[in-house]
């Protein structure tokens, strides 16, 4: 809409909208569905309009395919069909004209009415060896494919660009929203990511210079203070009205709803300006009257507010009432505007009425008698929380970057966890416990899958009160000469109604489609208590190990620290503290990738649950209750099962229906006309009937299929689907029962695996570390045999954590085989 202001942006940021999202990557195919799905995510942000996804594919190219086989049997090869179709179509040189000293090539090629269509390329002639002419369609594959028509490249990296506009809304907070979204909605492969460009980009830039401009147009107001009044008790003492003027700023946007922007951040600086000038007016009097001679500090305060009230109320009105039109502006350009003004307008309300009162008081402490001045210029007591206030205000940013500890140690200060079943927020991280039932009934509620097989469901049970549809009533009316030569009218009603068994045979189609819906919810509940169980069971699994870690983390240290002293005293090489340090290393990037991994338990929990909270488990048995072989021998519970006998209900009454099509239908009438003219009773005497004089008759009629064969052949259709998803059910339960007993096998495998684990193996892994830990303490063991001896014990607890990890997946499975 706003042609020079897009140019300028282009020329500015390279962009003609406010925001671009810039997507790099490798395929262009790729680039451009992702595009299309920034696109779709892009529209769903308010504030958001006039999007452009930067078009990459759509330029036409004839693209000829080589046949090869067909070319060597022709004894032709792929450089003389090139110079043929080159010589036609582009032109090759046949010879060389001299005029003189200019030398000129004679190129040949095919007039332009034979270069107009594919065709032409397809009926090229091509000659063989053997003096044959054969058309280049028979060697070649020749087509027309819509190929790239541009690819554009940033930093050597090919991109492509989804564009839009802002209205309404601040640049700021708009992409912010959208980056939320596209990192929920939009998974870019490895390789591919997102720049944000365009308004977006400067406004980042600006905020960067801004934390420059602020701090230094502070500084400057303080240095002109000074130099205006030659004491810098006076000008710190004015200088206290630009946090008098930041705090209504402040909350005028929080008001309005609206962030800090760079016009916001403008407009402070414009409102310092003008704060600043109502202190310099005032204190500028009170320096006037005291010169005059009087002596009384509330006489001074009293006069010199009472004479200078109106000037400082009349340059604030008017500052406000100036900038009164940008604050209530809601046309183009108003995102930038109304911050500014109602920054500056909050400002002055609280600057003034503060000045008039805060200064006044600040100026009598500072005057009262035996109050040390700052004649040479000095600050002063009574500057020094003034300057603290102004240091407070410059801005810094802060980091959360995470150093690395010293001595190669694990901070595990982020991971202590309690195991209780209750709700409640760990003290150390914030993240929420839920025990299993607690997310499962969460879960029920709350994921957007199973609420849309519900509103299906919905749909469904809707529809059977549609089953009783007959067609529209027909009324209708005639008029003109339909008997005579006066004018006549006829009123007439139809009808079409068809026999009860057609309506109930609607209603049983729309009671088995309800069926099938109830079906499709169980199944979307099944799958979800699946996939919710094993991420608990995923992530419990995961806090066992965390557990395990540290533990490790403390023998090791002290297993570095032991191997340190000894290399000191010369009992040991650097082997021994070499290979302590790369088991530390290794404990330290384990413990890095069980983070992420939790990380992403947490993330597809937060989509199974539909939840922004980080939810970690809440449980007190780390291994499932095995489920015993005579309670699952069954599978009719899984509603697959049901799943798919509904499906054949549904087979069975659309069968029906398109028996109706065999079913006579009836249509029922009545009419009622008047036939003007002389009319005889008797067949002797004549009598007139008028318009008022009405005939009536009833009519029926009755529809008959008498060319039938193709509902019949329809019929004998849904009856062979019907048999075949018998077949499909069959297939499905024997599928699920072999299944079933496959899953049971390998829980009774586990269980022994799980046995050992517990009677023996954890045991043993306990005191080889007691142990082994006294031996090298005590010198009878080197640090090999101690690193053997760890590893070992190390191996029997991570293969109880897989063993019962192996051992719940397998227990999930069964309750999903049987429908639990």
Not at 29 to 43: E, F, M, P, R, S
Not at 132 to 141: I, K, M, S, W, Y
Not at 180 to 191: M, T
Not at 284 to 291: D, G, I, Q, S, W
Request: one cysteine or more; glycine letters at 8%; aromatic letters at 8%.
């Amino acid at each position: 809409q706003y042609p020079v202001q897009m140019r300028f942006n282009e020329l500015l940021s390279g962009a003609r909208q406010d925001v671009v999202c810039k997507l790099f990557g490798e395929n262009l195919d790729t680039l451009t569905a992702y595009a299309g799905q920034i696109g779709n995510v892009i529209k769903s942000v308010d504030g958001a309009t006039d999007l452009y996804i930067e078009s990459v594919t759509g330029l036409p190219q004839i693209v000829i395919n080589y046949h090869r086989e067909a070319i060597a049997m022709y004894q032709l090869n792929i450089a003389d069909v090139n110079q043929v179709l080159r010589s036609a179509f582009a032109g090759e040189v046949a010879g060389t004209m001299y005029e003189n000293e200019r030398r000129y090539d004679l190129v040949v090629r095919m007039k332009e009415s034979s270069r107009q269509d594919i065709s032409d390329i397809q009926q090229l002639l091509i000659n063989t060896p053997g003096g044959l002419q054969v058309p280049l369609a028979q060697l070649a594959d020749i087509r027309i494919k819509d190929g790239p028509n541009q690819i554009q490249r940033e930093d050597a990296r090919r991109r492509i660009i989804a564009a839009f506009n802002v209205r309404g809304r601040d640049v700021q907070s708009v992409v912010q929203e959208l980056e939320s979204k596209l990192n929920r909605q939009v998974k870019l492969p490895a390789g591919y990511s997102i720049k944000y460009g365009g308004q977006f980009e400067n406004l980042s830039k600006a905020k960067e210079r801004l934390f420059i401009a602020v701090p230094a147009a502070l500084f400057l107001i303080l240095m002109m203070l000074y130099f205006a009044f030659g004491s810098m008790k006076y000008g710190i003492l004015i200088f206290t009205a630009i946090p008098l003027s930041a705090i209504g700023g402040i909350f005028a946007l929080i008001i309005r709803g609206m962030p800090f922007s760079i016009s916001a951040g403008i407009g402070f600086i414009a409102l310092f300006g003008v704060a600043v000038l109502n202190g310099i007016v005032l204190i500028t009097e009170f320096n006037r009257l005291k010169a005059e001679g009087i002596t009384d500090i509330k006489e001074i305060i009293m006069e010199g507010t009472k004479l200078r009230l109106r000037p400082v109320l009349m340059t604030a009105s008017v500052a406000s009432l100036g900038f009164l039109p940008m604050a209530l502006s809601q046309g183009s350009g108003a995102e930038v505007q109304r911050p500014l003004a109602t920054v500056v307008i909050g400002g002055l309300i609280t600057a003034t009425i503060l000045t008039l009162i805060v200064l006044p008081v600040l100026y009598a402490w500072l005057e009262k008698p035996g109050r040390r001045n700052d004649k040479k210029g000095g600050i002063g007591t009574a500057g020094m929380p003034v300057i603290c206030l102004f240091i407070l205000l410059l801005p810094f940013k802060m980091s959360a970057k995470q150093t690395d500890n010293p001595g190669n140690s694990i901070n595990y200060s982020n991971l202590v966890r309690t195991n209780r079943p209750s709700m409640k927020l760990s003290p150390d991280t914030g993240e929420l416990r839920l025990s299993l039932i607690q997310m499962l009934e969460i879960a029920g509620k709350n994921n957007l899958n199973l609420g849309a097989s519900r509103k299906n469901l919905e749909y469904s049970r809707q529809l059977e009160n549609s089953s009783f549809d007959p067609p529209k009533t027909v009324l209708g009316g005639e008029y003109g000469h339909t008997n005579s030569t006066f004018n006549d009218t006829r009123l007439f009603v139809s009808q079409n109604i068809g026999l009860p068994v057609i309506y109930k045979r609607q209603k049983s189609l729309f009671r088995a489609e309800t069926g099938l819906q109830e079906q499709s919810v169980s199944v979307s509940i099944n799958d979800l208590v699946k996939q919710v169980k094993v991420n608990f069971s995923e992530m419990t699994v995961l806090l066992e190990r965390e557990k395990l870690l540290k533990e490790l983390d403390s023998i090791y240290k002290d297993f570095a620290r032991a191997a340190e002293i000894r290399l000191k005293a010369g009992e040991t090489n650097s082997l021994e503290t070499t290979t302590a340090l790369s088991m530390v290393e290794q404990l330290i990037l384990q413990a890095e990738e069980l983070e992420e991994d939790l990380g992403i338990y947490q993330a597809q929990i937060k989509t199974l649950l539909n939840t922004t909270e980080d939810i970690l488990p809440a449980y007190d048995q780390l291994k499932l209750p095995a489920v015993l072989i005579e309670d699952s021998v069954n599978v009719t519970a899984n509603p697959l099962i049901g799943y798919l006998e509904k499906q054949i209900q549904v087979t069975g009454a659309q069968t029906a229906i398109e028996r109706n099509r065999l079913v006579p239908d009836f249509t029922l009438g009545y009419n009622n006309l008047s036939i003007q003219g002389f009319q005889s009773k008797d067949g002797v005497n004549q009598e007139f009937y008028g318009a008022g004089h009405r005939f009536s008759f009833y009519q029926m009629s009755v529809g008959v299929p008498l060319f039938a064969k193709s509902a019949k052949s329809r019929i004998r259709a849904m009856q062979s689907k019907e048999e075949a998803m018998k077949l499909q059910l069959a297939a499905g339960s024997l599928q699920l029962k072999n299944q079933l007993t496959a899953v049971m096998h390998d829980q009774e495998k586990l269980l022994k695996r799980l046995n050992f684990y517990e009677t023996r193996g954890l045991k043993h892994a306990e005191l080889i570390m007691k142990n082994a830990m006294l031996t090298f303490r005590n010198g009878d063991i080197g640090y090999v045999e101690w690193t053997v001896l760890m590893n070992n014990a190390v191996n029997l607890r991570i293969g109880y954590l897989d063993a019962v990890k192996a051992f719940n997946n397998t227990v999930i499975e069964i309750h999903y085989l049987t429908g639990r």
